[in-house]
């Protein structure tokens, strides 16, 4: 079965770092890309980018480039989003998705339960 | 950038009805057009990929068209269990979701 696995719940203050992380398994996990969105509280889907695990080559919507890093471990299947200093406005589910297609970016099929990320003094 | 107008922001229907969901896009982006339902608390499922391919497993009472700049979403005869948002997303180099549709049946 073909499935990601999502790292706990995180609870940081401003100007913390933090690396959370997605799982996959039941497929090669360097023949897909890994694409994270932020949904926001009450909010809806933002789409940040992603990351092909085969070459590490990375992708950013213009709207978190340089605010995220995403990064992958081939050994481990596992692919991470980290930021360097949290903003109380980074506080929302952050979710790992795979495509359908290892061909492309677009089509996200298959999906993780979500990082809940809360940022607050 | 390309951006998405996605509307209604919300509806309201009955079991049985047929609804409908439009996305606009500010330029062509073909048939690049993807639709996914969120119900609280869990994750997106994807329903609609190229504008118009059922995912395996949805039911047919979803169906998707359009090409070029506008899109539909439709949902003939509603059930209970659509009761949900619903987000277009485009891919055309980089990628936007819509602002999404809530469906509330009533």
């Known amino acids: 079965e073909v499935q990601l696995v999502q790292s706990g719940a995180e609870v940081k203050k401003p100007g913390e770092s933090l690396k959370i992380s997605c799982k996959a398994s039941g497929y090669y996990f360097t023949t897909y890309w890994i694409v994270w969105v932020r949904q926001m509280p009450g909010k809806g889907l933002e789409w940040m980018g992603g990351?092909?695990?085969?070459?590490?080559?990375?992708l950013y919507s213009p709207s978190f480039q340089g605010q995220v890093t995403f990064s992958a471990d081939k050994s481990m299947s596992t692919a991470y989003l980290q930021w360097n200093s949290l903003e109380a406005s980074d506080t929302a589910i952050y979710y790992c998705a795979r495509p359908r297609y290892s061909t492309n970016i677009d089509a996200l099929q298959i999906w993780g339960p979500g990082t809940m990320v809360t940022v607050s003094s | 950038d390309i951006q998405m107008i996605q509307s209604p922001s919300s509806l309201s229907a009955s079991v049985g009805d047929r609804v409908t969901i439009t996305c606009r896009a500010s330029?062509?982006?073909?048939?690049?057009l993807n639709w996914y339902q969120q119900k609280p608390g869990e994750a997106p499922k994807l329903l609609i990929y190229?504008?118009?391919i059922l995912l395996s497993g949805v039911p047919s009472r979803f169906s998707g068209s359009g090409s070029g700049t506008d899109f539909t979403l439709t949902i003939f005869s509603l059930q209970p269990e659509d009761s949900a948002t619903y987000y277009c997303?485009?891919?055309?180099?980089?990628?936007?979701f819509g602002r999404g549709t809530k469906l509330e049946i009533e």
């Open positions: 190229g504008s118009s």
């Open positions: 990351i092909y695990p085969g070459d590490s080559r990375t």
């Open positions: 997303q485009h891919y055309f180099g980089t990628s936007l």
């Open positions: 330029q062509s982006i073909s048939n690049s």
